[in-house]
């Protein structure tokens, strides 16, 4: 090892000694010791700055240089930001908020942009605005069970959501509310060809949303699984082809689908299986503890390609106008069995063949590896160990094992590499084994900051790991940075594990929500446009908007007291760029950015009326507002365009009606309403 190390510090030694030969205008990068042997800058930077040869061969695994793109795109969840955060492997720079369930200024995400209030509207419930979410699980799209770059779902665990992002913008485009839960916690994750989007419930509540007393727990709350149609040529989930089933309330846990062998079935865990329901001031225990009595809870197992039939075949009811294969149904059709899971389980992980599903469980030392081959025997020749409560087959635990990995305390989530090992993130003792799923021995373990929860590694919940990286999501940067404060960020800790000995090489701060699972892709798997053509395209329908204007038909239009300004953008001007209107109108702004070069992006932020749009290069964006003070407000571009971006401004200038009072105040609320 020592060697490998000194060896790589030889070779960046040299490398240095190169760049900074005393050779004509190379000497401007002259590194700060001026001695002249090969490796004596190195050694000596590293002695005043105190940095060991394990920090140096770090920094030299992760340093990608200006202008040098990162290997890998880490797509995280951003917890309760409910915003996905995007970075690069191995520098583990920041590359990108995408503004997903809360509204982002700067993407012009639901500050008066049509599309993105569309889309917002979209999952809000039971009338209720929606402005916020928690985003646990992202999951791209994946083609024969590799990620194919195209699409990214995620989950709202608070609001029972699910989201799409399509990668070509890397803007958001759909949001679906489900219809029949009220939180998700296994979502989002996808079928091997991603023809569904699994959404399965955490906390069990009367499916649809009514009330019925708590007391009435077992008889009238319930769990389900959702299964999200996705249609890939739209770029959507489709509800309309959509269905969920109906589960005992357990409090479902982490899903995955099966791959290759195990194609076709999905495994969900749970926990409080118990069907504790709290009240620790009415004379029942807590819900944790009440949740953590028994040994064992269980693992779904679902015949999704089954379930699917049953669905077309019309025999789910319907709650909501939603489908749902009511457990009777589930059990009856065969659908459904469940496995024992030793305490208090978390992640279930389909290993890269398909074969076994892996659970680590909270409470427990192990994980435990369940072969599908022995589970599916087991339900073909209805060997059943008995039924829960609601009359689900259950399946025999030892029957269904192929063994367990004793890890130590608190595994978690468990992903994989190339070589056949499995690394588990072990919460309680803050760290990540790597085993072999071949014998299931632990083969090392690496020391997590602190609390680490989920784990990621690149392809690593794919057919086809690529090995080389593994990040360690640590809850909460005690005492790793420069203090800011009680809320503390996160931690990712980026793990080299290409060699014989696992290495931490970089530990990034992620200031924005608390981020749960993340995946990794493979960065020539993505691609992104750096323009919308043709000029004037919508970005929700990849088509020419019918409001885009054209260099030289800008124009304001009056009908009544609706004016519809019809406006372009070029560096560095907005054509129309003033905009006269009346107290009360309803001002409709079209706007056209005509540019198609990458960096011409403008914006339009205008005081008072909350308005900020994001109008890349060919993009089309479209607000509505009612202008209902009188007064004079500047608009400006909102990004740096162009030498002469201050000066692209304009002014709108509302000239009082002389009304005003309550009446028009009322008036103008009405107005504003019909406005959104
Ligand atoms: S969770 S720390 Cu929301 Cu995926 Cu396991
Ligand atoms: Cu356009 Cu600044």
Redesign the pocket.
């Known amino acids: 090892m020592r060697t490998r190390l000194v060896h790589s510090i030889a070779a960046a030694a040299a490398v240095l000694t190169l760049a900074c030969g005393p050779s004509g205008d190379q000497q401007a990068l002259k590194a700060p010791s001026q001695s002249a042997g090969g490796g004596a800058g190195v050694a000596e930077l590293m002695a005043a700055r105190g940095l060991s040869e394990a920090d140096v061969t770090a920094a030299l695994k992760t340093y990608v240089p200006s202008g040098k793109k990162d290997d890998y795109y880490i797509f995280s969840s951003g917890g309760q930001s409910g915003q996905v955060i995007v970075l690069g492997i191995p520098s583990m720079r920041l590359l990108k908020y995408i503004a997903v369930f809360t509204p982002e200024p700067w993407q012009g995400w639901g500050f008066g942009d049509h599309g993105s209030h569309a889309i917002l509207e979209g999952g809000d419930r039971h009338g209720q605005k929606m402005r916020w979410g928690d985003t646990?699980?992202p999951n791209l799209s994946e083609t024969n069970g590799d990620y194919d770059g195209q699409f990214l779902f995620i989950g709202d665990?608070a609001n029972a959501r699910m989201a799409v992002i399509d990668l070509k913008d890397f803007a958001t485009k759909q949001i679906v509310a489900n219809p029949i839960l009220e939180s998700d916690?296994g979502a989002a994750f996808v079928t091997p060809n991603t023809e569904y989007v699994i959404e399965s419930s955490q906390y069990p509540v009367p499916l649809g949303g009514e009330f019925e007393p708590i007391e009435n727990y077992d008889e009238k709350y319930r769990g389900a699984a959702t299964f999200w149609k996705f249609d890939r040529e739209k770029g959507r989930l489709d509800p309309s082809r959509s269905f969920a089933i109906e589960l005992p309330p357990y409090m479902q846990d982490?899903s995955d689908a099966g791959k290759l062998v195990s194609d076709g079935f999905a495994f969900i865990n749970s926990f409080n299986t118990e069907r504790a329901i709290g009240g620790n001031m009415e004379g029942r225990p807590p819900l944790e503890s009440g949740a953590s009595q028994n040994d064992m809870d269980y693992l779904h197992v679902i015949d999704w390609k089954k379930a699917e039939q049953v669905f077309l075949a019309g025999k789910a009811e319907k709650i909501r106008d939603f489908p749902v294969i009511s457990l009777e149904t589930a059990v009856a059709e065969g659908l459904l069995h469940f496995v024992p899971e030793p305490k208090s389980p978390?992640?279930a992980d389909v290993t890269p063949d398909g074969r076994y599903i892996v659970v680590g469980g909270k409470l427990d030392t192990h994980a435990t590896v369940y072969s599908f081959e022995k589970i599916k025997a087991l339900i073909d020749a209805k060997d059943y160990a008995g039924t829960d409560p609601y009359g689900v087959p259950i399946l025999d635990f030892q029957k269904s094992i192929e063994g367990q990995a004793e890890l130590g305390l608190g595994p978690?989530?468990t992903v994989f590499d190339d070589q056949g090992n499995a690394y588990t993130?072990l919460?309680v003792e803050s760290k990540i084994a790597k085993w072999s799923l071949k014998d299931r021995t632990v083969i090392e373990k690496v020391p997590m900051h602190y609390n680490i929860?989920?784990i990621a590694a690149a392809h690593g919940d794919t057919v086809k790991p690529r090995g080389h990286w593994v990040v360690g999501?640590n809850?909460w940067a005690i005492d790793r940075f420069a203090d800011v404060g009680p809320l503390l960020p996160q931690n990712f800790q980026l793990v080299d594990v290409s060699g014989p000995a696992m290495q931490v090489v970089y530990d990034a701060p992620i200031p924005l929500g608390e981020p749960?699972?993340t995946q990794i892709v493979s960065a020539d798997l993505i691609e992104a446009i750096d323009h919308y053509s043709p000029i004037g395209t919508d970005p929700l329908t990849w088509q020419l908007d019918p409001r885009a204007t054209q260099g030289g038909k800008e124009r304001i239009e009056r009908e009544g007291d609706e004016v519809h300004v019809y406006m372009t953008q070029v560096r560095s001007h907005f054509t129309p760029d003033t905009i006269r209107v009346k107290q009360g109108d309803t001002v409709h702004l079209y706007l056209t950015n005509l540019e198609q070069a990458r960096d011409a992006t403008h914006g339009f932020g205008i005081s008072s009326y909350n308005v900020s749009l994001s109008v890349e290069p060919g993009k089309q964006s479209n607000a509505t507002f009612v202008a209902d003070r009188a007064g004079v407000f500047p608009f400006y571009c909102l990004e740096f365009c162009s030498a002469l971006h201050l000066e692209m401004a304009g002014y709108l200038l509302v000239e009082p009606t002389g009304g005003g009072g309550a009446a028009s105040a009322d008036r103008t609320d009405a107005k504003r309403h019909a406005a959104r």
Do not use: N, R
């Open positions: 646990h699980h665990k916690h982490l978390h992640g978690l989530h993130s919460f929860g989920h999501m809850k749960h699972y």
